[in-house]
């Protein structure tokens, strides 16, 4: 099994749609999760870090759920620029600060 | 703002050549790391330096050697270049003990 995994899609979404993703990790022990988002060619970059709690920012709203070992990426009233990749990221117990991506889900926005 | 620079975004080296990538931050970040990313795959830990001549293997670090003389400046090594190195490179740094991640533009990397 993979340490972090995601559907690699592409989710194909209207304008204005409301889209979510998810993604699964492998170590019960993790720390710590963020949402990257990856333009075509470009690096990625940190979208949001994901807190045990939920946390919101603007119209994307990421939620963590230790007990079944996932993370989600809800999106709101989409706009044609979220279009790009999102990243699923796991950080581990203990050691330095090794992460681990998940491969990325691919949303594309259609007018 | 986090600036991370890579020395080439393009790069063609032959098969056997000896390869340096070089990678330099400007916000003092004690963790700095070398990945690939390949379709498919997604990115790959090579090696990752978390203090100045420090050096930790990541998950792929066959055939790459790193090295960390200055806080500021973390290098890639490929000894040898062989064609299945060819991928796109992504430098990142970040803070101790903070999970974010900030990544250069990536260097192109074509070996023939």
Redesign the interface.
């Known amino acids: 099994r993979k340490e972090v995994e995601q559907d690699p899609g592409p989710f194909n979404v209207p304008e204005g749609a409301t889209v979510a993703f998810n993604c699964t990790y492998s170590n019960s022990a993790s720390?710590?999760?963020?949402w990257y988002r990856q333009d075509c060619r470009?690096?990625?970059?940190?979208l949001m870090?994901v807190y045990s709690s939920g946390n919101e920012d603007g119209r994307f709203t990421a939620q963590l759920n230790r007990a079944s070992q996932y993370i989600s990426l809800l999106i709101r009233d989409s706009k044609l620029s979220d279009s790009a990749t999102y990243?699923c990221?796991v950080?581990h117990s203990g050691g330095?600060?090794?992460?681990?991506?998940?491969?990325?889900t691919k949303l594309q926005v259609i007018p | 703002d986090v600036k991370v620079t890579q020395s080439s975004r393009y790069l063609v080296k032959r098969t056997g050549e000896k390869v340096f990538l070089e990678c330099v931050q400007d916000m003092d970040h004690e963790?700095m790391f070398w990945?690939r990313q390949d379709p498919?795959?997604?990115?790959r830990?090579i090696y990752?330096s978390?203090d100045v001549k420090m050096k930790?293997k990541?998950d792929i670090p066959e055939g790459y050697s790193v090295s960390r003389e200055k806080k500021e400046r973390f290098s890639l090594i490929l000894e040898s270049a062989s064609t299945n190195q060819t991928s796109m490179y992504?430098c990142a740094s970040?803070?101790?003990?903070?999970?974010?991640?900030?990544?250069?533009?990536?260097t192109r990397l074509t070996v023939t």
């Open positions: 720390q710590s999760f963020f470009k690096e990625p970059k940190l870090s990243l990221v950080r330095y600060q090794k992460v681990t991506f998940g491969t990325g | 963790n990945y498919g795959l997604g990115l830990l990752f978390y930790e990541g992504l970040g803070r101790e003990l903070v999970g974010e991640q900030y990544f250069g533009p990536g």
